[in-house]
């Protein structure tokens, strides 16, 4: 059974940083590229990040780049994303997602995706 759960999440200031980490269980972690999703209350989930399976490309969203980075550990099944400069506009619940690498589905999609985590709630206080 496949199992990706997130963890890091909590209510930081504006201009602090947080770190999201994704934990894969059931699934050969290194056949899956992966994603960071947002939801923000009353919003469509949206892309935030996304990492190859062997994690040599990246890609952000607009609105994070240069503030947010992406990175795996296929040794350990995990991945991660380092939060910097946060604003009140990042608040939202984050997912980690899984899409298997052979897929020609929309990375940046979310019905793209096969497998999700339980999201962990990013609050930041203005």
């Known amino acids: 059974q496949v199992q990706l759960v997130e963890s890091g999440g909590g209510l930081v200031q504006a201009g602090g940083s947080l770190r999201l980490s994704c934990a894969a269980s059931g699934v050969t972690f290194s056949r899956y590229n992966m994603a960071w999703f947002r939801q923000a209350s009353g919003k469509e989930r949206e892309f935030v990040a996304r990492?190859?399976?062997?994690?040599?490309?990246?890609s952000y969203a607009d609105s994070v780049k240069g503030r947010f980075t992406i990175s795996r550990d296929n040794a350990k099944n995990s991945m991660s994303l380092q939060m910097n400069s946060l604003k009140p506009e990042d608040t939202a619940v984050y997912y980690c997602a899984a899409l298997a690498r052979e897929s020609i589905g929309d990375a940046t999609t979310a019905r793209s995706y096969d497998y999700w985590g339980q999201g962990t709630q990013v609050t930041v206080s203005s």
């Open positions: 990492i190859s399976w062997a994690g040599g490309y990246t």
